[in-house]
Every structure is written in structure tokens, then in C-alpha cells.
């Protein structure tokens, strides 16, 4: 999308009475090819395609629309009781490392409420983020080569999580660009493994999820359209097909039938870098990735 595109795309939204905004950003200034690599979610072999997730996603929406899930009516793990469990949104840059950003938020967000240790607490003072970095370049495998051209998917990334376990991000901080695994010394010492995890494949289980158990992994595809985002509730607009995009869900809201998702394209970008999303839209709640238990969390 250029900033020529992104006038006629504020016109058409307001033509359509959209239900979101688009401003410039960052995102607005790159090539289409360079707005593309900020993606890199890729369904592999056996899994559901994008097209097919967003099959998927419509039809259950459709189905679920009509049922009355017991959960509040909306959720936000950013506010849970006054408590905030979700660290910032960062920025995976020019690489599409995107599963590793929106996984690592994901374990993030579910050790602080599973460890009850919330942002700005004693006992949240004690946790740190996990290393995105030692997530995309260090779990390498011969079917799962990663550099920033390549995509990959959640369930490799929690398999990673769970066998080898993730040290804090400052023993292996995130630049991106093409690099080999190069964590400190005694990374083996400090790492946070993750226990059970499970795909959830409903949009009232996701709810459910979301409102006791902690924030989830999902995927959808990103249209042109989306990288415009400032505000409001996305539906895809215009534009073609841009790519694969995974995100941590960390809250829902059912008066306007809307996902709250943390991004990973830095804070200048949507609402302080998150967003919601319409439910069924892009395939966003096909399934959904969540962690109900560690192994190990390890503590400063």
C-alpha cells in the first residue's frame, strides 16, 4: 500500500461506513515487498491453508452467532481486575518472524497469570519476556530452517518451547536480519519451558480461554488493506492478499463482535500496536494456540 492507495482506501471507508480507521504509519512508507516480509505465518504440510482458514472461520462465525456463551460480556488481559499481564508490543522489523513474536507474547502473557504475577507487581518484577530471538534462530531443525524469508507456524514453535525451553530476551536480544543462534553462556540455566498447550477450534471456547486461562496464539491473512489499520474494528476491505500474520489474542469483546490482538509491528503502528478484528474475519479464529501449563518459569 502507498500513501496514494491509503487516500482512496480512507475515501472507500468512508463511502462503506467502515467500522475502523486508516492513517499513515510506518508500515505506509515500505514497499509492498518490505510490508510483506513484516509477515510470515505459513501453514505447513497437513495443516489448513490461509484460503481454508477463512472458510473455516466465516462458518463457524456464522454458527456461533447465535449461541450465548457464559463469559463476560467483554475480556482484556491488559486490565484483568485492575492487573496487566501483557508487556508492550515490540517489533519484528524487517524479517518474517512473526510466529516467534506472537508465540513469545503468548508465553509471556500466560506465565504471569499462571505464575499469579502480574506487570508492576514484587512478583512480576521477577519474570521476563522471553527471547524472540532464540525462538526463530536457535530452533533450527532440518524442517525448519528459519530466516527472514521463510515462514513458519505456532505448533513448531511451542514444540521448541516445550523440549529445549526459552531464556529471557536479554540473554539473546532481538535484532532483525538473517543471524545464527548466539545465546549467552548459561542460557540453559534461565530458560522457561512450557508444559501443555492445546489448539482451540471453537469461537466460545476461545472466549472461555481468553477469560480463564490467559491469552492465545492465532494466525489470519493479511490484505492490503490491513496494514493501514489505526483504529476501530478491521474488516477486510480491499486489497489482495499479502500474506500469512501470527498474533497473541489476549481479549474479545461480544457487544461488537470483535478480537483484541497484540501486534508485533511497534507501538506507532494501529492502536499503540494492537487491534481488533472482527470474529470470522481472515480466518483469525479458525483455531487458536494456548499454553495451560509450564514445565518451568524461571524467576530473577
Known sequence: MTVNDLATLKSELTRANATWIAEHNPLIDLTPEQQKIRLGATPPAGEPSLVDRETRAAQMYKAAAAAA???????????????????????QGGCGSCV????????????RVIDAAPIGTAKGYTLHDVSEAQLYYCSTTATDHHNCASGWWPTSALAYAHATGLAPESCFPYTAGD???HLCANWAALVTKV????????ASAMQQ???TKGPLITC????????AYAGGVYTHHSGAVAGGHCVCCIGYNLTTKAWLCKNSWGSAWGMGGYFWIGFGQCGIDSDMWGISSFSSIYHT
Open 69 to 91: 456463551p457464559a463469559v463476560p460480556v467483554s475480556f482484556d488481559w491488559r486490565s484483568n481486575a485492575g492487573r496487566n499481564y501483557i508487556s508492550c508490543p515490540k517489533d
Open 100 to 111: 516467534a513474536f506472537g508465540t513469545a507474547a503468548a508465553i509471556d502473557g500466560a506465565m
Open 179 to 181: 543471524q545464527p543462534c
Open 195 to 202: 508444559g501443555n498447550t492445546s489448539s482451540v477450534t471453537t
Open 209 to 211: 480461554w481468553l477469560a
Open 220 to 227: 489470519f491473512t493479511v490484505y492490503d488493506d490491513f496494514f
